[in-house]
């Protein structure tokens, strides 16, 4: 099993560092590969990890209360961080952004302790159910490769060296390298690793909600966009019943 959470783990690697290259040729296409993505993080929330919480509490006997406290916890937290400083960067002429090389490096440095956790959740997912672990792997796969694009994007946008960006963009993508090996050598019981469950379910229900999501539409909406959010939905779908 260490072996696969490794393989996946230099998976979001190889996904993060696509994402940074389209970024830094940007691509033509983002907006759909964003919806598309948004719609794979949906579908793991709804089909994947919201049935394990609620199953493993099941034969446990376990009270759902703590763990959804842990979802909520994980959308707010992560809301109250992006927001405090300046990751979601919006282009809206009525709340300008200002342009500093530090507040790109603070942003890229959020982004990379996020990817932490996205390694970390691979690993414990895997304790929990190993096709759980995979489609969580999944997902993480899929968002760091707008992870990759929002490190360069955000570097850029705030008038960092190109240089600069690429080496944030290479950390980035080791993080959830390093987050998935150090969660090999984490053992957390099932009472915790249910906390543990819908804390990252609220994590991704932000991404997805809050980040991907508007960022597809950010430029202009289309029905191409709306439908691979809804192909990535059921995509996760089929895996979660014939995987």
């Known amino acids: 099993m260490t072996f696969t959470v490794v393989a996946l783990a230099f998976a979001t690697f190889i996904s993060t560092m696509l994402g940074g290259i389209l970024a830094l040729k940007n691509t033509k296409h983002l907006q759909r590969i964003l919806g598309f993505t948004a719609g794979v993080l949906l579908g793991v929330v709804a089909f994947e990890l919201l049935p394990e919480i609620f199953n493993t509490l099941k034969n446990i006997n376990g009270n759902p209360m703590p763990a959804m406290i842990a979802l909520v916890c994980g959308f707010l937290i992560l809301h109250v961080v992006e927001r405090s400083i300046l990751i979601h960067h919006t282009k809206d002429e009525h709340y300008p952004v200002h342009k500093h090389p530090h507040v790109g490096m603070a942003s890229a440095a959020a982004l990379i302790g996020h990817s932490l956790l996205d390694g970390v959740g691979i690993g414990l997912a895997f304790q929990a159910n190993p096709a759980i672990g995979a489609a969580v792997a ?106």
């Open 138 to 243: 999944i997902a993480v796969i899929a968002h760091d490769f707008t992870d990759g694009l929002n490190t360069v994007n955000l570097m850029l946008i705030n008038k960092n060296k190109r240089t600069r960006a690429i080496g944030f963009l290479i950390l980035d993508a080791l993080a959830p390298v390093v987050g998935a090996l150090s969660a090999t050598i984490i053992s957390i019981p099932d009472n915790l690793l249910v906390i543990y469950l819908g804390f990252f379910t609220g994590f991704l229900l932000y991404i997805g909600a809050s980040e991907i999501l508007p960022e597809a539409h950010a430029k202009k909406s289309s029905y191409k966009t709306i439908m691979l959010t809804i192909v990535g939905v059921l995509f996760m779908y089929l895996i979660s019943k014939f995987a």
